[in-house]
């Protein structure tokens, strides 16, 4: 990148991105963790931090903040047979190259035990190569750091049914009523 180039992608991380991203995935993983039939998760997600990352990971692949992006090519190419022209614009869907068949066993499954071994796997929540989000170790440890101290202090519950709504960012498409109880200390 360009020094231009790259100012602008600060600017555009600081002040716009970071904060919708976080809210969306933080949202996600409490949204999908809270559901009924989630709480071995739940309990599993509070005392394995390394389960507790492959549970964010996999929500950020089926729950991106972001829908997609835009790129314009910089010259004539061709892209999976497609001939594109220098100026062209091209759209790229997260969520669907992040549920790719080809790439994914039953992509629309929220499983993060396939994170165990993640050789030939990759997300694109994020984007990629030389675009690729600036601020996404800072995301991914704010969310962790702010589920971990969820997780210890309290277990909780989505008390109704949602679906996702994608514009401009990844959220219900309702309110959602979370409850909330203390996790109670074990005193053995």
Do not use: H
């Not at 997600?45 to 090519?73: H, M």
């Amino acid at each position: 990148l360009g020094a231009e180039e790259a100012a602008k992608q600060l600017l555009l991380l600081v002040s716009a991105l970071v904060p919708k991203a976080l809210a969306s995935l933080l949202t996600s993983v409490l949204l999908q963790l809270g559901q009924k039939g989630r709480q071995a998760d739940l309990v599993r997600c509070r005392e394995d931090k390394q389960f507790l990352e492959r549970f964010i990971l996999e929500v950020q692949r089926l729950y991106p903040p972001f829908f997609g992006g835009f790129r314009v090519c910089a010259k004539d190419c061709t892209v999976a047979g497609f001939k594109l022209q220098k100026g062209q614009s091209v759209l790229y869907p997260i969520q669907a190259l992040n549920r790719d068949p080809a790439m994914f066993k039953n992509p629309d499954l929220l499983d993060p035990s396939r994170w165990e071994n993640p050789e030939d796997l990759r997300i694109w929540t994020y984007g990629g190569g030389c675009r690729e989000c600036l601020g996404q170790q800072l995301s991914n440890s704010l969310i962790t750091i702010i589920a971990e101290v969820l997780l210890q202090r309290y277990t909780f519950t989505v008390n109704n049914m949602f679906a996702y709504k994608w514009l401009p960012v990844a959220k219900p498409t309702v309110d959602c009523k979370f409850i909330f109880s203390p996790v109670l200390e074990r005193v053995d």
